[in-house]
């Protein structure tokens, strides 16, 4: 599976941003898809991830109630709806996509990563 993630860009807090994550390749639908982001001197962090078929979300603490995760099989899309963005949510996001089922959280875990897109949120 190759992906590539797009969408990314500067924006003021309390603004919206909605990434997008293009899947090629194998069948998109077999696979966990994840977002993930890593700011300037941190580690990469979990930051959203959905089941195969859409019926299961999980998301990290900070971003519950503001980021909202969905795919389109049929496309071959997936994307992160982010809403309130807050200075803290600056940082390089990365879609990734994994087979196994559970650990969604874990980045190892995932074996196709899209190149990264930069989100920047002023104050």
């Known amino acids: 599976v190759q992906l590539q993630a797009s969408g990314g860009g500067l924006v003021q807090a309390g603004g919206s941003l909605r990434l997008s994550c293009a899947a090629s390749g194998r069948s998109f639908s077999s696979y966990y898809m994840g977002w993930f982001r890593q700011a300037p001197g941190k580690e990469r962090e979990f930051v959203a991830a959905?089941?195969?078929?859409?019926?299961?979300?999980y998301y990290l603490d900070t971003v519950k109630g503001r980021f909202t995760i969905s795919r389109d099989n049929a496309k071959n899309t997936g994307s992160l709806q982010m809403n309130s963005l807050k200075p803290e949510d600056t940082a390089v996001y990365y879609c990734a996509a994994k087979a196994q089922i559970g650990y969604y959280s874990a980045s190892p875990l995932y074996e196709y990563w899209g190149q990264g897109t930069q989100v920047t949120v002023s104050s």
């Open positions: 959905i089941s195969w078929s859409s019926g299961t979300t």
